[in-house]
């Protein structure tokens, strides 16, 4: 009887990192109030439990796991550059990430040759976004050119762009791009995030209700701006 043989196929996913920070406590109570706005945000999406800046004992990471775990959040793995191994009631131990480096290219006596333009990643939608639809698209940037509503949310690697009245949560440089901006023509959101940083509806300027505005990080805050 001849044996079946395995087959292996190599798949790559865009997950979450959450990052936890001391005091614990405070952070987790952050957590709540992303959650409290944002319900069922995490829900069937992997998330990774960065702690290269907690650096807690390995005793201390079943508890957070588990409080995490409380509030519907699932880790299916870990990445510590501090820790080399994690017991079997814990999430693996996540092994070969990747991180961008630019460096300065090397000066060259031979002119530059010009290169063919980068094809757009951008993604247009047409038509509304109606209310407890989800836009995914963590290759660029999000330009919806009519109106997105209440319980609605866009995910975007780069910017995000809403021609009409912006409701629900914008999320943009999902992928970990500080330089990402949101706008929108009218703003009526319940949440804006950018690179993780974000911003609630009760935590806005009243000038910026109702109006033309740009969401976008400075020194680690994100700020929101009427557009003139």
């Given at each position: 009887?001849?044996?079946?043989?395995?087959?292996?196929?190599?798949?790559?996913?865009?997950?979450?990192?959450?990052?936890?920070?001391?005091?614990?406590?405070?952070?987790?109570?952050?957590?709540?109030?992303?959650?409290?706005?944002?319900?069922?945000?995490?829900?069937?999406?992997?998330?990774?439990?960065?702690?290269?800046?907690?650096?807690?004992?390995?005793?201390?990471?079943?508890?957070?796991?588990?409080?995490?775990?409380?509030?519907?959040?699932?880790?299916?793995?870990?990445?510590?550059?501090?820790?080399?191994?994690?017991?079997?009631?814990?999430?693996?131990?996540?092994?070969?990430?990747?991180?961008?480096?630019?460096?300065?290219?090397?000066?060259?006596?031979?002119?530059?040759?010009?290169?063919?333009?980068?094809?757009?990643?951008?993604?247009?939608?047409?038509?509304?976004?109606?209310?407890?639809?989800?836009?995914?698209?963590?290759?660029?940037?999000?330009?919806?050119?009519?109106?997105?509503?209440?319980?609605?949310?866009?995910?975007?690697?780069?910017?995000?762009?809403?021609?009409?009245?912006?409701?629900?949560?914008?999320?943009?440089?999902?992928?970990?791009?500080?330089?990402?901006?949101?706008?929108?023509?009218?703003?009526?959101?319940?949440?804006l995030a950018v690179d993780g940083w974000y911003r609630i509806a009760e935590d806005m300027e009243p000038s910026t209700r109702g109006a033309a505005i740009q969401a976008y990080?400075?020194?680690?805050?994100?700020?929101?701006?009427?557009?003139?």
């Open positions: 009887m001849q044996n079946t043989p395995l087959r292996f196929r190599a798949r790559s996913f865009v997950a979450f990192a959450l990052v936890p920070e001391a005091p614990v406590d405070e952070w987790l109570k952050g957590v709540d109030r992303w959650i409290e706005n944002s319900p069922g945000f995490f829900t069937g999406r992997p998330v990774v439990l960065d702690l290269n800046a907690l650096k807690p004992e390995v005793s201390q990471i079943g508890a957070l796991v588990a409080q995490l775990a409380e509030r519907g959040i699932r880790i299916y793995a870990i990445e510590s550059k501090d820790i080399a191994e994690l017991g079997s009631d814990l999430p693996p131990l996540l092994i070969g990430a990747r991180e961008a480096v630019v460096e300065e290219p090397a000066a060259s006596a031979e002119p530059a040759k010009a290169e063919e333009p980068a094809a757009s990643t951008s993604l247009i939608i047409e038509d509304p976004i109606r209310s407890g639809q989800s836009v995914y698209h963590p290759q660029g940037d999000v330009i919806v050119l009519g109106s997105a509503g209440f319980g609605s949310e866009i995910i975007a690697g780069g910017s995000i762009h809403v021609y009409g009245t912006l409701r629900g949560r914008a999320i943009a440089g999902a992928s970990g791009n500080r330089h990402a901006r949101i706008f929108c023509r009218r703003n009526e959101a319940e949440l990080l400075d020194e680690g805050a994100i700020l929101v701006t009427a557009l003139n």
